[in-house]
Every structure is written in C-alpha cells, then in structure tokens.
C-alpha cells in the first residue's frame, strides 16, 4: 500500500451540516487529489494540491473546498452538504519528479458518505 | 465537457481467454494512463503512455497510445478470475487541460462468464 489513508471510511449526515474529509499520506508526495466518483460518471477531478497552501480548482468544484496546510494531509470540506454531493470520494497521490509527477498514482480506499 | 468513450462497458471472461478494451474521444492526448478497481478500493495504476505508438507490457497486460493520440487499447492475455473489476482509462489532453486534471472513462467492468 502506498499508505494514504482517508477517514472517516463511512459517513450519513443531513442535508445542510458541514462535513469534512481527511487524506493523510505517509509518503512525503508532493501533490494530493481530492475525486468523486458516481455511477455513470466515472471518477471526476474536485480540487488538487501542489504544495502546502497551494491548491486549485478540479472539474467539479462547486460546494467544495480544501486546505493543505502540512504536506501529509488535504482536508475537503462541504460547508453544506446537499443531497447532489452523495458520492464515494477518492484521495490520490503522485511523487515530485519523472513523468508521473502531476497524475494521480495512488489512491486512498475511498469515504462513501451519503447525505440524507 | 471533454469525454472519454471508453468500451466495452462490460463483459463476461472466461478463464484463459484474451480480453481487450478500449477509450476513443475527439481531443488529443499527450497521457494515457489505465487503472484497475476491485470492489470497495480505490484504482490501482496499472500503465502508463506517454507518445503516440508507445505499447507497453505489465505482465498479461498490454496497452497502447493510438497513433492519432485520440486512443488507447488495454489487452489482457489469459485471463484469470484475480482480473474481475473495472478497468479505467484516463486521458490528459494535449491542449486545453490544467495539470493534474485527468478525464477518466467511465470503465469497463469484467466479471466471470456464469
């Protein structure tokens, strides 16, 4: 394993309530990924990491956001959580350098969190 | 948005039988990447491509970047009941995209011939 781990595993909450995902890496990799992904839609790009503090926008970032502020952990949040955002969310990793650098090449076993 | 049309969307193996799919769009790639995912994980890498033409071995696994760069094929020879799951393709386009944004197929699923 390539020692990401995401938590929590499993999540309900309702509508409305804020909701927050961790990604902690054990790797010391450069950039971190926040995915979704949803039947008939494959896995979808949120928001990515490039270095502590440095993030940007995915193709699906609206309602979310992320911080960074150790090189081990990329926290996603849902200030309000809708019922839209349903989903199981993946956590990837690349290393700094070679021709994998900026391309997800581990992921994290997901958090599946529903929002009732 | 850019797409990937990635087939076939499933289909049934047969111990030792050779498999193939594949992802075709409209855009240009310059990176083509396949991954595996077993129920309840997360995609595991299996290949990456980085140029036109390049065809690349992982053990019974073969891909290839299409000499268009508008595809990419993934062979399995003599397959194995360990090969269930769903195979993605991934793309980064050659022009338009940001870095670190890949589009991913929406997969093809595997599964033993009943």
């Known amino acids: 394993d390539a020692g990401i781990t995401q938590s929590p595993r499993h999540k309900v909450t309702e509508t409305g309530t804020p909701v927050t995902l961790r990604c902690h890496q054990t790797?010391?990799?450069?950039?971190m990924y926040w995915y979704r992904q949803d039947p008939g839609h494959g896995l979808r790009l949120i928001h990515y990491?490039?270095?502590?503090?440095?993030?940007d926008k995915g193709e699906v970032s609206d309602g979310y956001s992320v911080s960074r502020s150790k090189t081990e952990d990329f926290l996603l949040t849902l200030e309000s959580a809708t019922s839209s955002q349903t989903s199981v969310y993946f956590c990837?990793?690349?290393?700094?350098?070679?021709?994998?650098?900026?391309?997800?090449?581990?992921f994290g076993d997901g958090t599946r969190l529903s929002i009732l | 948005g850019q797409q990937l049309n990635q087939s076939p969307q499933s289909m049934f193996i047969q111990e030792g039988e050779d498999v193939s799919m594949n992802c075709t769009s409209s855009?240009?790639?310059?990176?083509w990447l396949w991954y595996k995912q077993d129920p309840g994980e997360g995609p595991v890498l299996l290949i990456a491509?980085?140029?036109?033409?390049e065809l690349t071995s992982n053990g019974r696994l073969t891909a290839q970047f299409g000499i268009t760069r508008k595809d990419s094929f993934l062979n399995i020879s003599a397959s194995i009941p360990s090969d269930v799951g769903i195979y993605f393709c991934?793309?980064?386009?050659?022009?338009?995209?940001?870095?670190?944004?890949?589009?991913f197929g929406k997969g093809t699923k595997l599964s033993v011939k009943p």
């Open positions: 990837a990793i690349s290393a700094t350098g070679g021709r994998l650098s900026n391309q997800p090449q581990h």
């Open positions: 790797e010391n990799h450069r950039y």
């Open positions: 990491s490039y270095g502590v503090k440095d993030t």
């Open positions: 855009s240009i790639f310059n990176t």
């Open positions: 491509l980085y140029k036109a033409g």
């Open positions: 991934a793309g980064q386009l050659a022009h338009g995209g940001s870095q670190g944004n890949l589009i």
